[in-house]
T-cell receptor, first 110, second 112 residues
Framework: RKEVEQDPGPFNVPEGATVAFNCTYS??????FFWYRQDCRKEPKLLMS???SGNEDGRFTAQLNRASQYISLLIRDSKLSDSATYLC???????????FGTGTRLKVLA | EPEVTQTPSHQVTQMGQEVILRCVPI?????FYWYRQILGQKVEFLVS????????KSEIFDDQFSVERPDGSNFTLKIRSTKLEDSAMYFC??????????FGQGTRLTVV
């Protein structure tokens, strides 16, 4: 099993739609979780950290399910500008490095 | 404004040549990372560097690679004898106060 797994997509959704991505991780003792956004040939940009209680930032909601070892990202009211690849990152226990998933590509269509 | 600045933005080099990629933090931080991303693939961890020493490194980070912080500010990644498969985006990142990573804009390395 890969350390961090994501559905590569693409997810093609119309503007205004709600879309959700999941990311599973294999190390049950992982300690930190993040969602990043990456545009084509650009650097990953932090979208949000994921906290145990779940957290929201505007149209974006992130959740952590430790029992099932996955994190999720929900995007409400999708905009054209949300089109990008969404990467999840996990910090395994006992380390300070970030392990990235392959990313999920989102295309928001007009 | 980027958290870290990377130079050059693009480097083309011949196979077998040495390259040095540079990362300049905006603020005085202690914890840095180098990652690479081969086109179409995931972002892969290479090495972490804390307080001027390697903290952790991946299997990818073999003897061909080295990191330094020669002047206490610039943070460099050296690839001694480049191979075609070293062609990738190389990202420098710093660790934030809340354990998140902030990435530089990357250096696109093309080995020909």
């Amino acid at each position: 099993r890969k350390e961090v797994e994501q559905d590569p997509g693409p997810f093609n959704v119309p503007e205004g739609a709600t879309v959700a991505f999941n990311c599973t991780y294999s190390n049950s003792a992982s300690q930190s979780f993040f969602w990043y956004r990456q545009d084509c040939r650009k650097e990953p940009k932090l979208l949000m950290s994921v906290y145990s209680s779940g957290n929201e930032d505007g149209r974006f909601t992130a959740q952590l399910n430790r029992a099932s070892q996955y994190i999720s990202l929900l995007i409400r009211d999708s905009k054209l500008s949300d089109s990008a690849t969404y990467l999840c990152a996990v910090t395994p226990s006992g380390t300070y490095k970030y392990i990235f998933g392959t990313g999920t590509r989102l295309k928001v269509l007009a | 404004e980027p958290e870290v600045t990377q130079t050059p933005s693009h480097q083309v080099t011949q196979m077998g040549q040495e390259v040095i990629l540079r990362c300049v933090p905006i603020s005085n931080h202690l914890y840095f990372y180098w990652y690479r991303q081969i086109l179409g693939q995931k972002v892969e961890f290479l090495v972490s560097f804390y307080n001027n020493e390697i903290s952790e490194k991946s299997e990818i980070f073999d003897d061909q690679f080295s990191v330094e912080r020669p002047d206490g500010s610039n943070f460099t990644l050296k690839i001694r004898s480049t191979k075609l498969e070293d062609s990738a985006m190389y990202f420098c990142a710093r660790r934030g106060e809340n354990t998140e990573a902030f990435f530089g804009q990357g250096t696109r390395l093309t080995v020909v």
